[in-house]
């Protein structure tokens, strides 16, 4: 009940209660005049991080919350806001990051007609990729949407949501939102459970997938435990955005190919496989034949309904995969099982008169500090640093889920501000930098935080070029990206930067570059 000798709250104070009550106080945004009177006397206790394009807005609230594991707040600018966030929304809707996405809409005595700054169908804008979305039909519902936004996102499977918020509903009464606690945790039925520990118990040959949600669960530890009593080969699911098991580990296999023959023949002498927290299969060219190898059978670990739904083979067990393994750990093999052979190393990467990725990657792994985080959106890349920049522990590795480009480095700076104190690598290409190039100056304005951005600068769009001679052309158009200077542009937004393009001087500059007090970019001109 309202104390009759209080003043009713009002709907900025009811959701600021909320905010505080979910533990959102880091708001990241840019603002507009259809969201001013959200944050007028912003309370102490809330820090506002500024993004100088809404798709950096985004991003950095990607970061920020995967590295927390908490849904971040986002507020973006009526309808053109929300249009310019949309391709960082879809990259955040298939990393699976929970966000409470907000964004100002004209005053409610305005919406008859088609005023100045509108958001026409404002729920139906940020759809199909965002997994709930609503404007409250009273100012006074704001503060419970809000809420509901919140659980929406952090329930399985995590993602944005989002709420529209009439200009002029901040300052109209509304009655405070009660605690409330929703469970996040999934667990597979009993009788599933029994017949998958049977079925891995008594396999002669089982592979074990692992994909992104064993790391965003925090089954890391307990899956490498798992393939150790069954001495399982593991791969790393096709196109993971996380490091899901030990890359130099003896059971680790190496990286599944995007590809229905190359996964097939992966699995070849395989007579189980267990797909942990990853679809079966993301494959990324058109493919023929079976999925598996005849007699195998497939058991998927998922807390998605809808990706079990559309799995084209074996059982599907909805669940979380950290509560499915730690239960798979009471289940011993009923054999003994000979050790699968080792993953063959890789050539080594010699220093050349020109610095190759692979000498780029070597030596990054040589340098970086063991309790770094890659961040990755470096796409043609990507094969040469599996190959030499592993990933050894739990939440060291990020890249985009969606394949969009742009997430990369704001996401970079968000992981900064959520895990502060360790050191951020953001590995970028030429082509990527571009999209978001204004989180630089985002990243200056946190002062001396350690962030370190490699540009591995290939001169163009070299994903493109790859494509491109795949499907027998010569040259395609719009694919090279000459005279960018990208150690000037962070100079212009208060980072330092420098250009390095001879292998000798490799290793000295990033050296530097991963030792600087300050945002640091370096420049690396690649043959």
């Known amino acids: 009940m309202t104390d009759p000798a209080q003043p009713p709250a009002t709907v900025r104070e009811a959701t600021l209660a909320v905010l505080r009550d979910m533990g959102m106080t880091t708001v990241f945004g840019n603002p507009g005049s259809t969201e001013l009177p959200m944050f007028r006397d912003l309370p102490p206790d809330f820090r506002y991080v500024l993004g100088l394009q809404e798709s950096v807005v985004v ?18 600018h009526s309808a053109i806001g929300v249009g310019h966030a949309m391709g960082a929304v879809f990259n955040a809707y298939r990393n699976r990051t929970p966000l409470v996405v907000t964004a100002g809409q004209q005053a409610r005595a305005l919406l008859a007609g088609e005023p100045y700054l509108f958001s026409e169908d404002a ?32 329930s399985p499977p995590r993602g ?29 039925g009993a009788d599933e459970m029994a017949e998958l520990a049977e079925a891995l118990a008594g396999a002669r040959r089982p592979v074990f997938v692992a994909g992104a949600a064993v790391d965003q669960e925090g089954a890391f530890d307990a899956t490498v435990r798992l393939a150790e009593a069954h ?71 998922t807390d998605d309904p809808q990706q079990a739904a559309w799995t084209p083979v074996g059982t599907s067990l909805v669940t979380g995969v950290r509560p499915a393994v730690e239960e798979l750990l009471g289940h011993p093999p009923h ?5 699968p052979a080792r993953r063959p190393l890789p050539a080594p990467a010699e220093a050349a008169e020109h610095i190759t990725v692979a000498y780029l990657m070597r ?24 190959e030499y920049l592993p990933n050894r522990g739990p939440e060291s590795f990020y890249t985009c889920a969606g394949g969009g480009l742009g ?76 005279g960018i200077d990208f150690a000037g542009l962070a100079l212009a937004q208060g980072c330092r930067g420098a250009r390095v393009s001879r292998a000798a001087a490799l290793p000295a500059a990033l050296a530097e570059a991963l030792s600087a007090d300050g945002p640091y970019l370096l420049d690396v001109v690649v043959g």
């Open 59 to 76: 991003g950095m609230a990607d970061g920020y919350a995967q590295a927390t594991r908490r849904a971040a707040l986002v507020n973006l």
């Open 123 to 154: 729920t139906l804008l940020p759809r199909p990729y965002v997994k709930w979305s609503r404007e409250p039909a009273r100012a006074e519902d704001v503060p419970a949407a809000i809420a509901r936004a919140f659980h929406v996102a952090m």
């Open 363 to 386: 030596t990054l792994d040589v340098q970086r500090p063991p309790d770094s985080v890659i961040v990755e959106e470096a796409p043609s890349s990507r094969p040469v640093m599996c």
């Open 407 to 482: 997430l990369g480095l704001p996401s970079a700076v968000g992981m900064l501000l959520g895990r502060p104190g360790r050191r951020v690598v953001a590995v970028i290409g030429d082509g990527s930098m571009m999209y978001s190039i204004q989180a630089l100056w985002s990243a200056s304005q946190l002062g001396s935080v350690p962030m370190t951005v490699i540009v591995v600068n290939n001169g163009g769009y070299s994903t493109v070029h790859q494509f491109a001679r795949a499907l027998g052309m010569e040259k395609p158009v719009g694919a090279d990206l000459p």
């Open 160 to 188: 944005p949501a989002f709420v529209s918020i009439p200009v002029d509903d901040w300052d109209r009464p509304a009655e405070p939102v009660a605690p409330h606690r929703v469970s996040q945790v999934l667990r597979a």
């Open 335 to 339: 054999h003994p099982r000979p050790a």
């Open 231 to 301: 001495g399982a080969r593991v791969w790393a699911a096709p196109m993971s955005s996380r490091c899901a098991f030990p890359e130099t580990h003896p059971l680790f296999a190496g990286f599944l190919p995007p590809t229905r023959e190359g996964v097939l023949e992966c699995f070849a002498d395989a007579d189980l496989v267990l797909v942990l927290g990853a679809p079966v299969f993301t494959y990324r060219l058109v493919g023929s034949g079976p999925y598996v190898p005849a007699g195998a059978k497939v058991f998927q670990l």
